[in-house]
C-alpha cells in the first residue's frame, strides 16, 4: 500500500481517540484480548461481558480518555447490531419455522431414503449443509443428533463415519457462509459484497466439506470406534405432527435467500452499471434484509400452513425463535464495539503498517490472527469479529472478489482446532458419548482440517482471481 493511499485512509477514518506510539498500541492490543481470554476462561464470564470490559481495558491500555474509549464501545456496539442484528433475527425465524414444521425432518428423511451404503457420508453431508444455512450451529447440532444416533445404530455405522460429515457440514456454513453470525459481521467489518463473498464462500465449502467430511471420516471411525448411545436418542420435532410441508418446496424455501443474494452479485457482475435499472432492481431484491425477509414470509406458508400451523402457533414460533438468540446479538454488538475501539485507538492502521513492513500477505496475516484469538478464546464469533476489527483497513485497496475473500480468510482462521475451551467441544462430546481425547481425535481434528484446507483455498483463489 502506497503512503498516498495510508494518508487516505487516515483521512476517511474517524478520528483517533489516542496518539499512542506502535509499541503501547501493541501492548494495548494484547492487554485488551489477555483480558477478554482470562475472564471467559478463567472466570467463566459471558462474552458480551467480557468484550465489553476488554474493550474499556484496551482504550485505557491504549492511554485513551475514557469517554472516548466508551463512545467508541457505543458507536460499533450500534452500528453493528444495526448491520447484522436484523439479518440474524430473520435467519432465526427461518431456521425455527424449518424445525418446528418438520421441514428440516422432511428433506433428511427424503435424502436418507435414497441414500444408503457407502453413500451415506455423503448424503450426511448434503443433509447438514441445506439444513445448516439458516440454522446456528448449536441449532444444527441439536437438530441433526437424532438423525445421526438413528442412521448409525439402525445401518449398523461407526457413529463417527455418520456423525463427522454431519458436523463439518454444520461448521463449514457456520465459518463461511452468510446469513450467520460471523461471516455477516465480517462482512459488515471490511466493508465485502455480501453477494460476492457468498459466491465464493460456496466454492470454498464445497471441497472444504468433501475433505473433512466423508474423506476424513474414514481415518476418524478407526481411531474412534464408538456406537450410537442409547440416552442420548432424543424425540425428532415432528413426530407429535399429522402432516409436514413437502421435501421440493422446503428446499426451495430455504435456499430462496441464497438464490436471491447471489442473483444479485451476478447482475453486479454482468450489468457493472449502478444507474441501471436491472441492478437497481436486483440491488434491492438481493439484499440480504429483503432475501431473509422474504424468505420467513414465504416460510410462513409454504412451510407453516403447510405444517398445519394456525396464525396463533406460526406467531408463538416467531416469538419463540427470537428469545435464543438475545446472547447472540449481545455477543455480536459487544464484539462490533471492541473492533470500533480497536479501530479508533489507532490499532487498524498499526497492523496495516506492520503486515507492510512484514510482507505478510493480508489474507494470511487475517488467518493468523483469527487462528490465535480462536484458540485462546474458543468463541469462533469473537475471533470473527476480533479478527476483522483488527485487519479492516486492509481491506482499503483491495478488490472486491480479495475483499470477499479476507472475510473468508478470517472464517476459516477462526474454526481452528476447537477444544476444552469451545462450548461446541462439549456440546459434540456430550451427544456422541466421547471422552475427552476421542473429542479431540474426531472433533477438534476436523476443525482443523476444516481451517487449513479453506485457508489455504482462499489463498489459491487470491492468485487467480
Not at 455423503?122 to 443433509?127: G, H, N, Q, S, Y
Not at 408463538?316 to 446472547?327: C, D, N, R
Not at 507492510?356 to 469462533?380: E, Q
Amino acid at each position: 500500500m502506497t503512503s498516498l493511499s495510508v494518508e487516505m485512509l487516515a483521512a476517511d477514518a474517524v478520528e483517533p481517540i489516542t496518539s499512542a506510539g506502535h509499541a503501547q498500541l501493541g501492548i494495548a492490543v494484547l492487554a485488551g484480548i489477555a483480558v477478554i481470554v482470562l475472564l471467559i476462561t478463567k472466570f467463566k464470564l459471558h462474552a458480551f461481558l467480557a468484550l465489553t470490559i476488554g474493550s474499556l481495558a484496551l482504550g485505557a491500555f491504549a492511554g485513551a480518555p475514557l469517554d472516548k474509549a466508551i463512545a467508541s464501545f457505543t458507536a460499533g456496539l450500534g452500528s453493528t447490531v444495526a448491520g447484522v442484528g436484523v439479518l440474524i433475527a430473520l435467519g432465526a425465524i427461518l431456521g425455527k419455522l424449518l424445525a418446528d414444521s418438520g421441514g428440516a425432518d422432511q428433506i433428511v428423511d427424503t435424502i436418507l431414503a435414497k441414500a444408503g451404503g457407502r453413500a451415506m457420508p455423503w448424503a450426511m453431508v448434503l443433509i447438514a449443509s441445506v439444513i445448516g444455512l439458516p440454522l446456528f450451529f448449536e441449532v444444527g447440532i441439536v437438530l441433526l443428533i437424532p438423525v445421526v444416533l438413528m442412521v448409525a445404530k439402525r445401518g449398523n455405522y461407526s457413529l463417527m463415519r455418520i456423525g463427522i460429515p454431519a458436523l463439518a457440514g454444520l461448521s463449514v456454513m457456520h465459518g463461511l457462509i452468510p446469513p450467520h453470525p460471523g461471516p455477516l459481521v465480517a462482512i459488515d467489518a471490511v466493508d465485502a459484497n455480501l453477494g460476492i463473498t457468498l459466491a465464493l464462500g460456496v466454492l470454498v465449502a464445497i471441497p472444504t466439506v468433501i475433505i473433512a467430511g466423508p474423506v476424513f471420516s474414514k481415518y476418524a471411525a478407526k481411531w474412534v470406534d464408538v456406537s450410537a448411545p442409547e440416552k442420548m436418542m432424543p424425540q425428532r420435532p415432528s413426530e407429535d405432527l399429522q402432516k409436514r410441508p413437502g421435501f421440493g418446496v422446503t428446499v426451495a424455501t430455504v435456499l430462496l435467500p441464497v438464490v436471491m443474494m447471489l442473483a444479485k452479485a451476478l447482475v453486479d457482475i454482468i450489468v457493472d452499471n449502478p444507474e441501471h435499472t436491472v441492478q437497481r432492481v436486483f440491488d434491492v431484491v438481493g439484499s440480504p434484509l429483503i432475501a431473509l425477509l422474504a424468505a420467513v414470509i414465504v416460510g410462513m406458508f409454504t412451510l407453516g400452513r403447510a405444517a398445519g400451523f394456525t396464525k396463533g402457533r406460526l406467531s408463538t414460533t416467531v416469538e419463540k425463535s427470537l428469545a435464543p438468540i438475545a446472547g447472540v446479538l449481545m455477543i455480536v454488538g459487544a464484539g462490533g464495539g471492541f473492533k470500533q475501539t480497536l479501530i479508533d485507538s489507532g490499532v487498524g492502521k498499526m497492523v496495516l503498517e506492520i503486515s507492510k513492513d512484514w510482507s505478510i500477505p493480508a489474507l494470511l496475516l487475517a488467518w493468523l490472527i483469527a487462528v490465535v484469538i480462536r484458540l485462546a478464546t474458543g468463541s469462533a464469533t469473537v475471533a470473527t469479529i476480533s479478527a476483522a476489527g483488527l485487519v479492516a483497513p486492509l481491506a482499503a485497496d483491495m478488490s472486491t472478489t480479495h475483499t470477499a475473500l479476507l472475510v473468508l480468510a478470517i472464517g476459516a482462521g477462526s474454526l481452528f482446532f476447537s477444544h476444552v475451551n469451545d462450548a461446541g467441544f462439549w456440546l459434540v462430546k456430550e451427544y456422541f458419548g466421547l471422552d475427552v481425547g476421542q473429542t479431540i481425535k474426531t472433533w477438534s481434528v476436523m476443525e482443523t482440517i476444516i481451517s487449513v484446507v479453506a485457508g489455504g483455498l482462499v489463498l489459491l483463489l487470491s492468485l487467480v482471481i
